[in-house]
């Protein structure tokens, strides 16, 4: 008796792009958990000190998250309207927010309580942020004004109105206390000076201004807006650098990551794109099941927050190195391997002398499931194994194998045979799924003819069965539609190549043209 040949699985080529460490980087973080909000997240903000909360600005609060159980920490409600733009100081002990109230608040991370109020604006403050030195506060509202606050005399110490529409964003510059920035929606960003009263660089970004941002060194700061990102040079007087855009709709924020050197931007196409800060180069990008609001990444990289306009949080944590943390266990890993692999390699090294006779060892053949039915003519029962729900999902061509290993025994009318029509209604939905697909037509083909062969009679008596077959009917109409669509569109370029040619045939003028540039370009050849 022959041996029994396992079924050969066809598998098809994948045509996958090759994945950039970047982008694997970026994807070696955990499934994200998920929090759901009342309102859309309108700024998420890291705490610069340990543990690394962040805070999260929705609806009438600011809330703590703790990174470690993703849980609320603390809440801060003394809002009594929507609140804005909550930012820590950079010692974590303080943080502020603006809100619809056009007031300014000053509030203490361990105790809750607020500190300070600061009134000047007359319409809500969407921007709220410290100083590089922590010693003042400016802010931006709807009354296209600038402020700026002292901490300890709880005073306003510098008045801006140079926008002409409403202040949204802003950065503070981290090599200089003095400076900060303010982005509008009258399309332009400005730099001021906190000891002069006037700006001192003005910038035209084309859109309303979205998020700025300042690179850590100062003497560069990026604009966004509509969707692209603008880079600007400071010191020369805000000339513009670069600009880039892979998005296709309005990017809402930036982010920094200042240990890999990476920027951020969170758009309304529900993508966040990673940048280079040296090339400005798209390095990878990642998705997201709603309009993105604002985004921020942990100090230590072990954190990547978005919000969105729908309130979720997407908190996805890095996940953690298997690997072994201290010399002492690099060491017994090592170990263990070596007298693993001096297991499993004895006596393939051994070199057989004169006279020694050679037994050969053979390996035990592991059939899968449907191999074994087959091996025991059990063709009902291998055809149930291919197409149960993870094989037809998951590996649909192994199920297609099957299918023609069965139908080169002769035997496939008779596994098809004989069955309920709660078989029969997944392995047409399944038929109808794999249709379109040109490796599988011949085989889809055949199956539904034996089925209708075999089942025609009873279709009438069966509800389910009916709906069925009509759902594959309809599938097949819309494949004969559309190849018959390309078929016209093929016949159109066809006249129209035809006719091209017949023009360039029938006029002298078009034929004599053609010689003298191929003359032209025989004497310059020649020459």
């Known amino acids: 008796?022959?041996?029994?040949?396992?079924?050969?699985?066809?598998?098809?080529?994948?045509?996958?792009?090759?994945?950039?460490?970047?982008?694997?980087?970026?994807?070696?973080?955990?499934?994200?958990?998920?929090?759901?909000?009342?309102?859309?997240?309108?700024?998420?903000?890291?705490?610069?000190?340990?543990?690394?909360?962040?805070?999260?600005?929705?609806?009438?609060?600011?809330?703590?998250?703790?990174?470690?159980?993703?849980?609320?920490?603390?809440?801060?409600?003394?809002?009594?309207?929507?609140?804005?733009?909550?930012?820590?100081?950079?010692?974590?002990?303080?943080?502020?927010?603006?809100?619809?109230?056009?007031?300014?608040?000053l509030l203490d991370v361990s105790s809750r309580s607020i500190f300070r109020f600061f009134p000047g604006h007359e319409r809500p403050v969407h921007l709220s942020k410290f100083t590089s030195d922590g010693l003042r506060v400016f802010s931006g509202g709807d009354d296209s004004t600038v402020r700026a606050f002292d901490l300890a005399k709880g005073e306003e110490v510098n008045y801006f109105q140079e926008h002409k529409d409403y202040v949204r964003c802003g950065d503070a510059n981290k090599a200089s206390r003095d400076i900060?920035?303010?982005?509008?929606?009258?399309?332009?960003?400005?730099?001021?000076?906190?000891?002069?009263?006037?700006?001192?660089?003005?910038?035209?970004?084309?859109?309303?201004?979205?998020?700025?941002?300042?690179?850590?060194?100062?003497?560069?700061?990026?604009?966004?807006?509509?969707?692209?990102?603008?880079?600007?040079?400071?010191?020369?007087?805000?000339?513009?650098?670069?600009?880039?855009?892979?998005?296709?709709k309005t990017i809402t924020s930036l982010c920094l990551h200042e240990g890999l050197g990476r920027i951020l931007t969170g758009s309304l196409d529900m993508h966040v794109k990673v940048y280079d800060t040296a090339t400005?180069?798209?390095?990878?990008?990642?998705?997201?099941?709603?309009p993105v609001i604002s985004l921020a990444v942990s100090p230590i990289s072990h954190q990547l927050v978005v919000g969105m306009s729908t309130g979720l949080i997407s908190i996805k944590h890095k996940k953690a190195d298997a690997g072994p943390r201290t010399e002492a266990e690099r060491v017994e890993k090592e170990r263990g391997r070596r007298m693993a692999l001096r297991y499993f390699n004895k006596g393939k090294m051994y070199v057989p002398q004169e006279g020694d006779t050679l037994v050969p060892l053979e390996q035990k053949k592991n059939l899968e499931r449907f191999d074994k039915m087959l091996k025991k003519f059990e063709h009902s029962k291998a055809l149930d194994d291919a197409l149960s729900r993870k094989n037809r999902s998951q590996t649909p061509h192994v199920t297609f194998s099957v299918i023609q290993e069965l139908s080169r025994r002769g035997c496939l009318k008779a596994a098809l045979s004989g069955r309920t029509e709660k078989w029969l209604c997944p392995l047409l939905s399944f038929l109808k799924k794999n249709i379109s697909n040109p490796n599988y037509v011949s085989t889809v083909v055949e199956v539904a003819d034996i089925i209708l062969d075999?089942?025609?009679?009873?279709?009438?008596?069966?509800?389910?069965?009916?709906?069925?077959?009509?759902?594959?009917?309809?599938?097949i109409d819309h494949e004969l539609r559309y190849h018959q669509s390309l078929e016209e569109i093929q016949g159109m370029l066809d006249v129209i190549l035809i006719a091209s040619q017949t023009t360039l045939d029938t006029n002298p003028d078009l034929v004599i043209a053609e010689k003298d540039i191929v003359a032209d370009m025989s004497v310059v050849d020649s020459g």
């Open 1 to 105: 008796m022959g041996e029994f040949k396992p079924t050969v699985i066809r598998e098809l080529p994948e045509s996958k792009g090759e994945i950039s460490p970047e982008s694997e980087f970026w994807k070696n973080y955990e499934f994200p958990v998920t929090v759901k909000e009342f309102d859309s997240i309108s700024h998420l903000e890291f705490c610069p000190v340990e543990p690394y909360q962040f805070a999260a600005t929705t609806s009438n609060k600011v809330r703590l998250f703790n990174p470690i159980n993703n849980q609320v920490d603390k809440t801060f409600t003394r809002f009594k309207d929507k609140a804005y733009s909550g930012s820590f100081r950079h010692d974590g002990r303080l943080l502020v927010a603006g809100g619809e109230e056009p007031v300014v608040k």
């Open 280 to 290: 400005y180069s798209l390095l990878a990008s990642l998705d997201y099941p709603a």
């Open 180 to 248: 900060v920035m303010t982005g509008s929606y009258d399309h332009t960003a400005k730099l001021f000076d906190l000891r002069t009263s006037s700006c001192i660089v003005s910038v035209d970004h084309g859109k309303p201004v979205e998020s700025a941002l300042f690179l850590p060194s100062g003497n560069v700061f990026l604009t966004a807006g509509g969707n692209y990102v603008k880079v600007w040079d400071a010191l020369a007087g805000g000339k513009l650098l670069t600009t880039f855009s892979n998005s296709h």
């Open 454 to 475: 075999i089942y025609g009679p009873t279709i009438n008596t069966s509800a389910e069965l009916r709906k069925g077959l009509t759902n594959l009917r309809s599938t």
